[in-house]
């Protein structure tokens, strides 16, 4: 990736900062509403929480960025679009109509904001920042976010980057407020691989593809239409992604670095390896592998390619996926009658049941946080998906639909995607297939836009 | 006789599936003649002489039936289809040379892991009774497109009941 250097941005003579992450921007509706209590209890904050349900989104004045030359101010005026449509989707933040605001990007640039501007058209926080052309080419932007009621800068820093790295700076930014206020990471700085489709139903053609979390830099990673690609997973240390591959008719597990679209078999076996996933090191991949009708769990170490069999029951086990600190793996399996999800150590030891609600369950998928597990639950005809805990309990159904599968996490562990197919009928008209994005509360369920139908979407980690 | 005029009708299905593009699955459940356009015969004569099949080719062979169904979630054979695979061991044995691919597919109301392994399961079990019928190993390969690759469309359990199977195709 393009390199991005950064470091804090100090206030302006005369103002306060206030870097402490212990400290959140303030204000959920009523509360900041009471206004002469804001603007002297700095104290006194309140968090967007987004733990519970839907909080009150935040408003939030994002100015165009300052440019000097049009080229400049071109740019500026597209990161804010980026750094705003961030912010809007995340469901926790209201921008305000740019048409609005009163105090223009070059008085921003030229001196501190005017406070009274912004609480006038009730903007609780403000963004602005600058960007600037450097002799080497490169380009220096700056940002700011303020608490529009207690006079201060909450977050503000300098980046140096190539001018075509306009785009993820914008992202950076974006986290960086996101994690101000809300105290949990961002992940607007991340991509998405998931399969593109097209075509009829028995004949699908699918395609390996990327794009930026919010559907920019698409391309496709595969253009052999006439093999079968499915289930990429990224890899949580690289821009590697595992995915499984029908080339030449012989479904086996690959490994693909996205940025050089180099591809390599994981292992040659007389079965059908599938279910592949990385182990939080990015050193292993665990996968499912089927003979004679017996699939099981094996773990490969990708620089050894020492191979190693977990589990040995005559049923299915399929789709593993390790617990972030990699000591537990939790997979699906119908060595009861049904199925269910399971945990087990590591090595294959201790295989315990987790699940026990009503119908069946699969595709699970630890989150990065290690708190949950997000799966796909099949009941009375439905498709759901749904979190509980390892341990099994506190299950809540977040989606349901007549088929949806296949969920992914946010790297901060706090938004769900997966995607969603509509019934076909006997024209082979509908099977509409999308990507679709929740939180973890439920709330703020949205379509991903993309070129052609969607499926298996995979999260990348916060691009480093 | 009965032979002749079946294989003159499934030609001509075949014949007629070519030229309107998507298809449905053929008969599969039903009376034996199951068609896949997709894969015409390998050595077939020219369309015009309304031929059969040559003996031992992939359009010879869908002439018995092709494929088996299954239950939903399940891949135990049904005793209807114990008769049909039995038929496929009959006509290898009369085709020493020819091997089989049997695919193992399922419908679309299950996750698309959990098919691949499934399909897998069917393709097995249908081969296993093949080779206890003395069919050697070596002349079936089997592999799973899970719910990749429905013979029939529609979300409806007819549509459902038709993908669910194991379907043979001769390499």
Request: charge should be positive.
């Amino acid at each position: 990736m393009m390199t991005l250097s950064s470091r804090p941005l100090s206030p302006p003579a005369g103002f306060s900062a206030d870097w402490s992450m212990g400290r959140r921007l303030v204000l959920t509706g009523g509360v900041a509403a009471f206004w002469g209590f804001s603007q002297k209890m700095a104290a006194a904050e309140i968090r967007i929480d987004i733990t519970r349900g839907q909080p009150q989104p935040l408003p939030v004045a994002v100015s165009t960025f300052f440019g000097a030359t049009p080229e400049e101010a071109q740019v500026g005026a597209d990161m804010a679009r980026v750094v705003t449509a961030d912010l809007e989707r995340s469901g926790l933040f209201r921008p305000l109509d740019p048409r609005a605001f009163i105090q223009t990007p070059a008085a921003l640039k030229a001196a501190p904001p005017r406070f009274p501007d912004w609480r006038q058209i009730n903007a609780q926080a403000l963004v602005h920042g600058n960007g600037e052309g450097q002799r080497d080419g490169r380009v220096k932007v700056e940002f700011r976010l303020w608490d529009v009621f207690v006079d201060q800068q909450m977050a503000g820093s300098v980046f140096t980057t190539p001018a075509s790295n306009w785009r993820r700076v914008a992202h950076v930014i974006a986290d960086a407020i996101y994690k101000r206020v809300t105290g949990e990471d961002g992940y607007f700085d991340t991509r998405v691989v998931y399969v593109s489709e097209r075509g009829p139903q028995q004949r699908r053609l699918k395609r390996l593809a990327i794009m930026d979390q919010d559907g920019a830099n698409h391309k496709f990673l595969t253009t052999d239409e006439r093999f079968l690609v499915l289930t990429p997973r990224f890899s949580p240390t690289s821009q590697e992604i595992t995915y499984l591959s029908y080339v030449n008719n012989r479904p086996r597990v690959y490994v693909m670095d996205v940025d050089t679209a180099r591809q390599e078999v994981v292992g040659d076996f007389p079965g059908i390896t599938f279910a592949p996933r990385f182990s939080p090191d990015g050193n292993r991949v665990v996968l499912s592998l089927s003979e004679d009708g017996d699939t099981r769990i094996y773990v490969m170490d990708l620089r050894t390619k020492a191979f190693s069999r977990l589990t040995s029951s005559t049923a299915i086990d399929t789709s593993p996926c390790f617990a972030p600190d990699g000591r537990q793996i939790v997979f699906n399996s119908d060595r009861g009658g049904s199925q269910q999800l399971y945990v087990m150590e590591a090595n294959g030891a201790d295989v315990r049941r987790i699940s026990f609600g009503a119908g069946k369950y699969a595709t699970p998928v630890w989150s990065p946080r290690g708190d949950l597990i997000a799966f796909t639950k099949i009941t009375e005809g439905k498709f759901y998906i749904g979190v509980m805990r390892p341990d099994g309990s506190g299950e809540r159904l977040l989606t349901e639909s007549f088929l949806v599968e296949g969920p992914t996490w946010a790297p901060n562990g706090r938004v769900i995607m997966y995607f969603r197919q509509e019934r076909t009928n006997e024209r082979g008209q509908g099977g509409r297939t999308r990507l679709y994005s929740i939180d973890l509360t439920g709330d703020n369920e949205r379509e991903i836009n993309t070129p052609e139908d969607a499926s298996d979407p995979a999260w990348s980690p916060l691009i480093p | 006789m009965r032979s002749k005029v079946l294989s003159l009708i499934a030609l001509g299905l075949l014949l007629a599936a070519c030229q309107t593009a998507p298809q449905q699955g053929g008969a599969a459940g039903g009376a034996g003649a199951a068609v896949q356009p997709a894969a015409p015969p390998t050595s077939a004569a020219p369309a015009t002489t309304l031929n059969a099949p040559a003996p031992g080719s992939r359009g010879d062979f869908e002439l018995i039936g092709d494929r088996v169904l299954f239950d939903f979630d399940k891949s135990d054979l049904r005793p209807e289809y114990r008769a049909r695979i039995e038929r496929w061991a009959d006509w290898l044995k009369r085709y020493p040379n020819v091997r089989l691919t049997i695919e193992g597919h399922c419908d679309e109301r299950g996750t698309r892991e959990y098919n691949i392994a499934l399909g897998d399961r069917r393709a097995n079990a249908a081969k296993r009774y093949l080779v206890s019928l003395g069919i050697d190993t070596n002349r079936v390969t089997t592999i799973s497109y899970g719910k990749e690759r429905p013979a029939v469309v529609g979300s409806n359990e007819s549509a459902w009941q038709q993908n669910r199977r194991g379907q043979a195709v001769v390499n």
